[in-house]
């Protein structure tokens, strides 16, 4: 009897339940990963599962990344109920001495060279910066930019994970 239950209720999720059956997915593994913050220490992406995440792949070097920074600090500022998250695929020491030209309050991790993959993993198969990723409270990914993000563009992709 308990199996036939079991089954029957698994059966209505597969058929009907779409929401609830979205609801089990698990997290992208990229929540798996830890990167070292400017302070040196490891933060867990797994940290940020349970919030809508907007996941800026950038670089100092990177001339649209720089440009994109202002939108995604005004995102920050306008909704507190959204992390944004810059993931640097550079190092320290250029981080450190761009944040004394350029004012960011949201959180920057460090990924260096192991960024790279990590973007192709997730769809980016060029691996062009500046690449943004958006993931729901659940830690789905919901949609990609590659290139400089549009702030009407971005508006509309946050809309549909908050």
């Not at 698990?26 to 070292?36: E, N």
Request: hydrophobic share 45%.
């Amino acid at each position: 009897m308990f199996l036939r239950t079991a089954s029957g209720a698994l059966l209505g999720l597969a058929a009907g339940g779409g929401m609830a059956r979205a609801a089990m997915l698990p997290a992208d593994p990229v929540f798996g990963r830890s990167f070292d913050d400017l302070q040196g220490a490891a933060q867990p992406l797994s940290a940020y599962v349970g919030r809508p995440v907007v996941m800026n792949f950038w670089a100092s070097w990177c001339a649209p990344c720089v440009r994109e920074m202002p939108l995604l600090e005004s995102l920050h500022q306008q909704h507190s109920d959204l992390t944004v998250l810059g993931l640097a695929i550079d190092t320290r020491a250029n981080v450190l001495r761009f944040l004394d030209k350029v004012s960011v309050s949201y959180p920057l991790l460090l990924t260096g060279t192991q960024g790279i993959p990590l973007m192709r993993d997730l769809g980016n198969k060029g691996g062009g910066l500046p690449f943004t990723v958006l993931f729901d409270r659940n830690g789905r990914e919901s949609s990609t930019v590659v290139g400089e993000l549009k702030p009407d563009d971005l508006q509309s992709r946050v809309a549909r994970i908050l």
